[in-house]
Each structure stands twice: as C-alpha cells, then as structure tokens.
C-alpha cells in the first residue's frame, strides 16, 4: 500500500443573475434531483476539447452528517500515454472512438454553511472548469425539474473560502522556503519606513531606473529540506506586505511556500488572499483508481470532523450562517 495525499479547497457556490449581481447559490435542490433521478438525463458537459461528464454511481447524500458528494470526471483522448513494462517496448493505448481516459474529481457540499469542497486533482477539472459544468448540470436539472431563470439561465461562480488566520499561521512557521513578491506603482512609497532590509532596498532600486513594477524571488532550491531563509527577514517582508496593502492600497502580491516544521509538507499561500485548503492522507493500492466514498469517509475523519482539524467548525467561524 502506498500513501496519497489528497487536497481540497473550499468555495461559497454563487449564482451570477442579472446585471452580474452575484447571489447565494443553494444547492439543495439541485443535488436531491441528481440523487434521487439517476440518469435521468445526460450529465456530459463539453469543455473546448475536453470532456466533463458525471459519475451517477458515486453521487449520494450522507444522513449522519447532512453532506452530499457527486463525483465529476474529465475525459481525455489527446496526448494519451503509453503502456510500458520494464525492458520492454511501449505500447499504445488504443482507445475506441467513444472511449476516453477519466481523471476524477469528488465535491462535497454542506447545506449548513453553504459551502462547496472540491478534490484537487492535477490532472482533473480546475475550479473553472467545475464553475463552467455545475452551469451545464443546473441548467439541466433545471428543464428536468421544469425550472427556469428567465431570459438568461445563471452562471455558476464559485467564490474561495478565505483563511483568516493564514498570516498568523505562516508567521509562526519555522522553515520558508520560496517567498515572491510582486509589486506596482511604487513610486509613493519609496520614503516609507519599512522593516525589510531586502525590501526597502528593492523599491529604492526600483525609483533609481525610474521603475513602475518589479517582481522580487527568494528561494532555497534544491537545498536540503530542512534549510530555511532567514526567518526574521521574511517575517518583517510579511509584515510590510500586509502594511502596504492596508495602508496605501498599494498594488501587490505575495506568495510564500513555508512548512511548520522539518515533518510537516510544504503549503503555498497567497498571503493577501489565502485561500482555506486542507489534506487528507490515504493509503492506496498501485494500479487501482480511488473510489469516492474512500475519499468522502477519509476527508471526514481526518478533516471535516476530525477533533483536530475539524474544518467544519473552522467554515461556522469563517462564514456568517446560512438565514
């Protein structure tokens, strides 16, 4: 058995109606009829040339715990690989004309906070490509259902679940690893009293050639995993970041990629919009696809509820409460 670590990212579900008003999206009705009518009608979404297609077998709804999950595949039949066994030749994949590969990507939707988790999955469906096939799946579950939004159907958006306390978590962090920051219109802040050496040195070059942008890279590398950069120094580059978005509404952008500690894996955080993600870890058998109750049962037990992470209770904080 190996292990696996599996990521998932969290987002309100939100309607784009007339003008490109933005509401709440709550998606209730919208799972129940998908459960409840299986296959009742064609759930494959075009993409350009790719696929999206859903997975009516791993779509249910768990009474226990009030969540439902459905599963979205992406189906592939461009740059197929090839199958391969040691000291042997390659051979093709041959795949009819009406046959694809599946990469898989589970969501799992808690009506008490309105929030939608979705697997990440390189080689999956990215969060547009999710927005743009939920658009398609309601707008089919809605002609099921005899359900319309008026002249124009709505597009799904799906706005990230900040993390609050991502600063405060990074800061306390003991290894940074990469950070980079990118800024403009810097001119107005040369005389500004900043904590970072490297910093105030930077916008100083910048104003020298008369520069309007600059995009700052830190990094260790390939050294070894437990070497940091100088922690004080990225710590007071943090703080003048966050003091320059606050105070001047300066136009920049931070990113940094730290861990807790010499055991703990690697985060990459947008600092000045964090995104609320978290991880699971499964063990998985090669040669074997993971199933999505595998995936649902292990985010809840070592996520969502689990008394640790309980990532529930950290969304009931992070959010105001569905009326």
């Not at 064609?42 to 009030?66: H, I, M, P, R, T």
């Not at 461009?78 to 042997?88: C, V």
């Not at 030749?89 to 906070?113: M, R, S, T």
């Not at 990469?178 to 009293?193: L, P, R």
């Amino acid at each position: 058995m190996a292990k696996q670590k599996v990521r998932f990212n969290y987002f309100e579900p939100q309607l784009v109606i007339e003008n490109n008003e933005l509401v709440k999206w709550d998606m209730e009705k919208f799972l129940e009829t998908i459960i409840g009518n299986k296959k009742s009608f064609d759930a494959s979404e075009f993409l350009g040339d790719e696929v999206s297609d859903l997975e009516w077998n791993s779509c249910q709804y768990d009474y226990k715990n009030n969540l439902y999950y459905i599963q979205l595949s992406k189906l592939r039949s461009k740059n197929i690989p090839s199958r391969k066994r040691i000291n042997h030749d390659k051979e093709d994949i041959n795949l009819a004309d009406d046959e694809y590969l599946g990469e898989f990507n589970l969501l799992i939707y808690d009506p008490k906070v309105n929030v939608l988790i979705t697997q990440g999955n390189f080689y999956g469906l990215t969060t547009k490509q999710i927005a743009l096939t939920l658009t398609g799946l309601r707008r089919k579950v809605n002609n099921f259902n005899e359900d319309t939004d008026g002249e124009l159907p709505y597009m799904v958006h799906l706005a990230p679940v900040l993390d609050s306390n991502a600063i405060d978590k990074v800061m306390k962090n003991e290894i940074y690893r990469k950070i980079t920051i990118k800024g403009a219109d810097f001119n107005e802040i040369a005389d500004k009293d900043l904590s970072s050496r490297v910093l105030s040195k930077t916008i100083d070059a910048l104003n020298k050639v008369h520069g309007l942008n600059f995009e700052l890279t830190l990094s260790m590398s390939k050294a070894e995993k437990a070497k940091t950069l100088d922690q004080e120094e990225i710590r007071d580059m943090i703080k003048d970041v966050v003091m320059l978005k606050d105070k001047d509404s300066s136009n920049v952008a931070m990113n940094i990629a730290s861990r807790r500690d010499f055991e703990s894996s690697i985060e990459y955080i947008d600092l000045l919009s964090p995104r609320l993600t978290s991880e699971i870890v499964l063990e998985v058998q090669n040669r074997s696809t993971i199933g999505a109750e595998y995936i649902f049962n292990g985010f809840k037990e070592q996520n969502y509820f689990d008394e640790k992470n309980h990532m529930q209770r950290k969304l009931i904080r992070l959010l105001p409460m569905k009326n």
